[in-house]
């Protein structure tokens, strides 16, 4: 699975960079692929190019607050999260993902 994703919390300093750090370390784990763009108190960094996104799989959208860009991932599936609930248990979160995509895929609901 090919993920790609924003963090931005409230205060755009810790949060932002932990979950960053925590997708794309259980993404690795599990044999994605997984970049994360950052919009945190020092504005934008690492920010997805339209090839990144086009190729994707899913956007996973963790955030606190309203981010810049939004409309860059209209016609992807998009997975939306506060920042607290993509730090836990990350791993089962992604599996998760990738097999309410496969059912989707599939025919399933």
């Known amino acids: 699975m090919n993920i790609v994703g924003v963090t ?3 205060a755009g300093i810790a949060h932002t960079y932990i979950v960053k750090e925590k997708l794309e370390q259980a993404a690795r784990k599990l044999g994605y692929t997984c970049r994360i763009e950052t919009q945190g108190s020092i ?7 339209p090839g990144e996104i086009e190729a994707a799989d899913v956007i996973i959208l963790a955030i ?3 981010i810049s ?3 860059r ?5 998009v997975v939306r999260m506060s920042t607290e609930k993509a730090m ?9 993902i990738e097999e309410a995509l496969t059912k989707k895929k599939n025919g399933g609901n």
């Open 43 to 49: 504005g934008i960094e690492e920010q997805l190019t």
């Open 73 to 77: 991932f209209k016609g992807k599936p």
């Open 69 to 71: 860009g939004e409309n």
């Open 88 to 96: 836990k248990n990350t791993g089962a979160l992604l599996q998760s």
């Open 8 to 10: 931005a919390c409230t």
């Open 64 to 66: 606190d607050v309203k």
